[in-house]
């Protein structure tokens, strides 16, 4: 049997999950739910075989340069890998693993209802009923967008983009989409989605747009302010990708100014800040990350975790290793 490895979360897991890898790794757990402070971070990594991480973790250069020989391996607690300068781990020789596949259908879900939630003005409707000014029906009161019948633009097909397609199949809408390339033609006709190599195109002709890309440098501000003005005056615009994905000083400009009908965010630029200009606004349904924040999926991503750490325990390779192939 292979010696346990010495293991250390940066972050709270489920107890079920810390329960388990307590019993499988010599694990050392975070109890709070703050975030653990650089220097405990740089300190964990000089002593720690396995680091688990999350998105609150910056593992750039400077991390790197700290961490101790040790380190073997990174096993993130999440998807994506935008927080990790994984060329330089690589480099260093450290395995980086994450959670692809088991919060696909929980952040698709999300998206789904953000964009209901847009379109339909939920948020304000709760708003009046709970400030007790619900005082009358009327035909013109809080009148929202009907989405069965309209045009979905999604960027970025993998995973979530075509989970969210097959969700807004279902509330006939249509799918549109922008990728690097096309999906497969299995996948686009059974989605009947319809494939724009150019962006700007697809965003000039859209009633709703969801960001659905990994973060990093390729999409940074993918959807910049030029990039943000095709957008249609009556065009909602969704993102629970990475806030970074957006500039957001633009959109808050459009939204104020009416550019835009309204946006639904999960994610922020600079998260966990949220840029003052978007508070306050009606046309603005504002989420806390939250998307994937199901019992469910905490529970599979963190058995993602221990399947990769265990797996490298035991001599192998994670299935779920990330390399700089992949950016
Ligand atoms: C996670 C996410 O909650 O997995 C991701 O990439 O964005 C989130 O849904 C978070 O990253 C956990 O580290």
């Known amino acids: 049997m292979s010696a346990k490895l010495k ?150 097909m993998g995973r979530i983009g075509q989970a969210l397609a097959r969700r807004a199949r279902a509330f006939g809408m249509s799918v549109h989409y922008h990728n690097r390339k096309p999906v497969s033609a299995r996948i686009s006709d059974d989605l009947q989605a319809t494939y724009w190599d150019d962006l700007d195109q697809m965003l000039s002709r859209m009633d709703v747009v969801s960001i659905n890309a990994p973060g990093g440098p390729g999409t940074h501000h993918l959807l910049n302010a030029e990039r943000l003005a095709k957008l249609q005056p009556h065009a909602i615009l969704v993102n629970t990708a990475r806030g970074q994905i957006v500039d957001e000083q633009a959109l808050a400009a459009m939204l104020r100014e009416k550019r835009i009908a309204g946006v639904g965010l999960d994610v922020y630029e600079r998260e966990p800040a949220i840029n003052p200009e978007l508070i306050g606004l009606p046309n603005a349904v504002l989420l806390p990350h939250m998307a994937s924040s199901t019992v469910e999926a905490r529970t599979d991503m963190g058995d993602r975790v221990i399947l990769n750490v265990k797996t490298f325990q035991d001599g192998h390779r994670p299935p779920d290793r990330v390399i700089p192939a992949m950016l």
């Open 7 to 156: 293991v250390v979360l940066t972050v709270k897991l489920p107890d079920s999950v810390e329960t388990r890898m307590r019993e499988l790794f010599n694990t050392t757990l975070w109890y709070t739910l703050s975030q653990m402070p650089r220097d405990q971070l740089f300190a964990a990594a000089r002593t720690a075989d396995v680091l688990v991480t999350s998105i609150n973790d910056r593992l750039d250069a400077e991390f790197f340069s700290e961490c101790g020989e040790q380190l073997k391996m990174i096993a993130n607690f999440g998807v994506g890998y935008d927080h990790i300068d994984v060329v330089t781990g690589t480099e260093k020789g450290i395995i980086i693993t994450n959670t692809p596949g088991v919060l696909t259908e929980d952040t698709a879900e999300m998206t789904m209802g953000l964009i209901m939630a847009v379109s339909r003005r939920f948020v304000e409707g709760a708003e009046i009923v709970q400030r007790g000014e619900f005082s009358a029906w009327s035909p013109t009161f809080l009148l929202g967008r009907r989405i069965f019948g309209k045009r979905l633009g999604i960027v970025g």
